[in-house]
């Protein structure tokens, strides 16, 4: 990983990570690395002074000096810190965490046994009832070729993420 200091072409500075220096071109050139302060795509890596550490001199030397106080203006504060979702990415995530506390409200929870008892109610071999549980993709696919009325449920958003 990279990070890149970057500049706007309305001054605005801030930094960004990317895998390399190919990705951050290609991610610019296609106009998806945009300024998080007023939006624009015209976005340019700014000049940055590599951060070196050395051994040689032990762990006090590679701490930054401190600066002398100076009367230049203090700099100006840092834009407010930028939400990583917008309205539309929290509001999935709350419908899909309702979905689970609707169908864990509603339905018996078989487990691994999922493709199974979903085959029973299919065939008529024991009760007609919700049930959500595991299944691999061999079971999803063996029950829909089977005609099993089944739908997969999205991950909770806490999960994976």
């Known amino acids: 990983m990279i990070r890149y200091n970057l500049i706007c072409d309305d001054a605005h500075e801030f930094e960004s990570w990317f895998s390399d220096s190919a990705s951050f071109e290609e991610q610019a050139r296609r106009g998806l690395v945009t300024c998080p302060i007023c939006g624009s795509a ?21 701490e930054p000096a401190a600066e002398p106080a100076t009367d230049a203006p ?7 810190p930028m939400a990583l979702m917008g309205k539309q990415e929290i ?11 609707h169908v864990r409200e509603n339905a018996e929870h078989v487990g691994e046994r999922f493709a199974e008892e979903a085959l029973k109610i299919h065939h008529g071999e024991t009760e007609a009832r919700p049930i959500y549980g595991e299944a691999t993709p061999d079971d999803a696919r063996m029950l829909h070729e089977e005609g099993v009325e089944f739908l997969p449920l999205p991950r909770l958003p806490s999960s994976g993420n």
């Open 91 to 101: 509001a999935f995530r709350e419908m899909v965490a309702s979905l689970h506390a």
């Open 74 to 80: 203090a700099p100006a504060p840092s834009p407010a």
């Open 42 to 62: 015209k976005v340019e890596r700014a000049i940055m002074a590599p951060n070196v550490a050395r051994s040689d001199l032990g762990p006090r030397a590679q």
